[in-house]
């Protein structure tokens, strides 16, 4: 059996959530289950449930791992759900249980999970478009240690797809 990649979307909460990161964050879920790979998020709402809504549409595997200790908080689109109990510090089982990450937008928690990521050297993609606190290093490094550019694409699909030219 041949394990499914697993990509992680991150992005905006409910604060701070507009449209235009929902649907970025829809149409990303969707390419990923049609990619064939397993949806990875926060599992809570804003760009998480957005994503997770748009894999589920497409028959994919969605997993949701939460920070608080309690699996109902999970929105209603997540197959798997791991409530972790570990606030914050749960930004590093996200980074590290993906293959590669997809920013959608995004504040300091969303910047949190892309330093770890960083610093685990994951592949990240980022769409060009949204802001968010990880806009400043598209197409760049977070630091001089250049573990890992951050490619930035213009659409959900071309996101998708240049991660797992990376990744596959």
């Known amino acids: 059996m041949v394990k499914k990649l697993q990509i992680l979307v991150i992005g905006h909460n409910d604060n701070g959530c507009m449209e235009i990161h929902k649907k970025a964050a829809y149409e990303t879920g969707l390419e990923i289950a049609r990619s064939d790979c397993v949806l990875i998020t926060g599992g809570l709402g804003g760009v998480m449930n957005a994503a997770s809504r748009g894999a589920h549409d497409a028959g994919g595997i969605t997993v949701g791992i939460l920070p608080q200790d309690n699996p109902s908080l999970a929105n209603p689109y997540c197959d798997i759900v791991i409530p972790t109990g570990m606030g914050l510090t749960r930004d590093?089982?996200?980074?590290?249980?993906?293959?590669?990450?997809?920013?959608?937008?995004?504040?300091?928690?969303?910047?949190?999970?892309?330093?770890?990521?960083?610093?685990?050297?994951?592949?990240?993609?980022?769409?060009?478009?949204?802001?968010?606190a990880a806009s400043q290093f598209i197409d760049d490094y977070i630091d001089h240690r250049k573990n890992v550019k951050i490619i930035g694409v213009d659409t959900p699909a071309e996101a998708v797809r240049k991660l797992l030219e990376i990744i596959a």
């Open 92 to 132: 590093f089982l996200n980074a590290l249980s993906a293959d590669g990450i997809v920013i959608v937008g995004g504040g300091s928690g969303t910047l949190s999970e892309v330093c770890a990521a960083y610093m685990y050297k994951k592949p990240m993609v980022a769409i060009r478009g949204l802001g968010g």
